[in-house]
Every structure is written in C-alpha cells, then in structure tokens.
C-alpha cells in the first residue's frame, strides 16, 4: 500500500479520467456510495440522525452523493451546505443539482445562518465532514474555520467521519496551520494521504481506512509514480526471517551488542533480551567491565565480553579487546546505554575501520559519536543502519528537531541517500529510508512507546532478523511494524501509562507468535 500525495492523487484521477474513459461524476459517485457502505455498515443503533456538511469544492460533491445516498437508504439524513451554492462547479455541481431536483432536506448554513448549526450539530449522532478535501494549503478561511471549530466542540460526543482527508488538514504535510477536524474515522480514497503520518495528521485522522473507487492500482506503474509505502501485516509476514525446522543455534546468528556504561545499565541488556527472544541464536554483550556482575545475573543467556573501562564508559584502548572477535558475529549493534565519553569518537571510528562487512546497527549515544565520521559509512563494505529518534536526528542534520519534524520524511530520505546508509527515523510514525531512496511508513504505534529503554527493544530486534537472515530494509519493516504493535497490545493491558521495555520484549514474543504459524 502507498501513502499517496495531492499532486498523486491528481495524477491518478486525470489518467482513469481521459486515459481509461471513466468521467469525474462516476468517480464522485463511486466515492460517495463507498462512504455510506462504511458508514452504515458500522452503525450501532438502528435510525441514526446524520448531518453531512459539505464544501463546494470536490469535497463537497462526495458529500451531496452521500446525503443522497443515505436519504435512499432511510436514515435521518440532513445535508448543510458551507459554502454559496454559486460557488459550486463541475462535476460537484451536477450531483448538487441532482440533490437540488430530488427536493431532498437541505440547510444553508454558510455566512449568516451559520447561528443554525450549532443546535442542528447537537441532534446529530453522526457528523459527516465533507467540507474541504486535499486541496487544503494554509489556514482555512471563514466561514469554513468557525464551522470547523463548532464541529469539534460537539466532536467528543458524536462520531465524526471525515470524507477523504479531515478539513483543514494539508493533506501532504500533516499540518494544520489552523483550526482542523478532529475526526474519529477518515474514510479516504485508493491510498491514504502522506499527511495522515507527518506533525498534526495522527492527531486529526482518527482510525483510517482507504476505499477502491474504481481508479485501478496499476495507475501508479502506468504513469510511473514514486511514493512511499505504508507498512502492512501481509508485508511483515512476507519479511520476518523464516526459520528451518532443523535450524541450530548457529544457524540464526550471532549478535554482538556494544554498550552500557555505568549511569546506563538496563539499555543493553533490554537489546540483548530482544535479540535473543525474538530469535537470535546467540548474543554476545560487550560491556565495561565494571557492569558486568549486573549485566550476567540479568541475562544469563548471554555471552559476554567485558571490556576495560574509564571512569564507568569504555576505555581507549578497549575498542582493541573487541575488535580482534568481530569476525564471529553476523550483526553488530553498538550505542544502547554506551554514553558519550571523551575517547568515543575515536572509538567509533576505529570500529568502522576495523569492522569486516557485518551489518552494523547504530543507535543512542554512538549516533552522536559517529557524527563526525558520516563520509566514512559510505565506503564500509557493509550494510549501515541508524535509528535515530528526532532529537539525534537533530544533531546529524545540525539543525532543530522542530525543523526534522517539519519534513521527516525528506530528511530521511535525503540522509539516507547522501550516505548510502538505512535509517529508521523514530517518532509517532516512524520513517524507515534505504540507500537506494525507498520510504517506508510504519502506521503502527502510540504514546505507550514513549519511554526509556523502548528504542534499545527495537535495536536488538533489528539485529536479530538480520542475524537470522533478512536483509536490513525487511528487518527495519519487520522490528518496527511488531515493536510498534507489541506497544499497542501492552497498553491494553497494562494502560498506555504502564508500559514499559521488558513488558515490550514479553510483547514482541507474543506478536511474534501471532504473526507466523508454523
């Protein structure tokens, strides 16, 4: 599945129109019916009272057909127009003045008589925004924002469905510049919107679903547009790493995982408990020497290499005891609870040099201790992967993380390109970018990850599948797709206030058994 654009979405609706012969009032007629279907379908109680507010734009003309539609069906359907009726034009206007003929119930709610709307919004148990479509660039103008902010006083106790993209939302930034709908379900059409994952879109979208409205999937191929994919279950099963009945321990990899310090115990063992409990044959931990009475009576599992230490971090000279071994290990990840010291560059850069073609993970602190060496990844004969949340992006973009949040899908991709690395940019819908310029949305996940020592989870997940075989790009999709979800499903029991990383690895297992059957 794509997350589509408004210039895509253009595209894609000209080329079914003049190329393929379907006319713009099929489409809208199509989109409309495809609306009530969803609507009615998820109808609780039997005669609903149901407002549809429409625009006069495109918007719009999707709204009056569901009015219509939803009058045939006999709900108590009203439809209020926001807009001067003489503003209406095109294929928007046809079904308008089919609407208009059938002499079906209809309130002119723009300009004046908008005083009406805040009593007929309280009778409705259904509130269908149908007021602004993807054309949205700005703040929205009157009398569209007053109608907006009355929906969304009402919005806590009405359901509210928003047709496509909710009004006010900019359909491929994610930003709403000013008032928006808060919907609780967006119905969109072929392919949800870029914005829905970027700054305000998670916020105002509610549940999401995209509808076929008869503009064919191959369109994207037949005019060869380029957009990112929206991360699915079918792709995760199709990614995670499969394993042979007669598999051993070797036969699923090695993990070596760099980190801890002194002020950061827990990080690299929750790392290591991920990687082996999502299938990693074995995990060694390289940890100063200091933590490793902790560190082997938590994760018993585990192999370890203590290495030589400084005032609680990593010694200079330690990187020399582990380099030596790095032979053995598949899969390399370095950063968890590893703090930043003053020989860390230093030390980042001497295991680049001395790495022989293994994939290394890169997260936490060896982010910022690699900042300076970026020009070096591009000649490691392996495979890079960073996951850097907005702040650690920051500072490898070295700008704000109010300007990596403006873009994050750009800076992504741009970032991944320049150094011809795999970055998973975390956040509420994290940004998975691939050397060759391929974007991947993971739509999973909420403020139940949103704790220390969930991103360490992630990174030994993303380790273990490429131990067990899979290629970065698929382990990114993978880990982040069944972290993401393993947070979801712990919230429900725990609440979205107690989760935290070992009930994050406890979740992973059970994703995990859900998602493959054997």
Known sequence: MFAAGKKDMQQMDQYTITKIGLPGVVLMENAGAKIVQ???HQLSSENPKIVVIAGSGNNGGDGFVIARRLYDEGYDCLL????????????AKLHFDVYLNRE???QYIHENSKKDLPEILERANIIVDAILGTGVSGPVRQPYAEIISMINTVAQEKKVVSVDVPSGLNSDSGKAEGPAINADQTITFVYPKKGFFLQDGPI???????????????????????MPSVITKALVQSVIPKRPINGHKGTFGHVLVVGGSRQYVGAPLFTAKSALLSGAGLVTLAIPENIY??????V??????????TDGHFSERSIHEIT??????????????????????????????SATGQTIVIDADALYLSRNYLPLLKSYKGDIVFTPHPGEMAILLNMTVAEVEKE???????????YGIHLLLKGHRSIIASPEGEIFINPAGHDALGKGGSGDVLTGLIASFIAQGAQSLDAMIAASYVHAKAGEEKAKEYSHYGVAAPDLIEGVREMLSRLICY
């Open 80 to 91: 209020c127009l926001a807009s001067d009726p003489k503003r209406i034009k095109g294929d």
């Open 38 to 40: 969803e609507i009615t």
């Open 204 to 226: 105002h979208v509610g549940s999401w679903k995209a509808v076929d409205i008869s503009v064919p999937p191959s369109t994207v191929k037949d005019i060869e547009l380029s």
């Open 324 to 353: 030596s071994k790095l032979q053995k290990f598949d899969v390399i990840a370095v950063g968890p609870g590893m703090s930043r010291f003053p020989e860390g560059e230093k030390w980042m850069e001497t295991l680049f040099q």
């Open 104 to 106: 079906l119930p209809i």
């Open 408 to 418: 994050r899908m750009e800076h992504a991709k741009k970032f991944a390109q320049k």
């Open 300 to 309: 018993p599992v585990a192999l370890f290499s203590p290495l030589s230490e």
């Open 293 to 298: 009475p902790i560190a082997a009576a938590q």
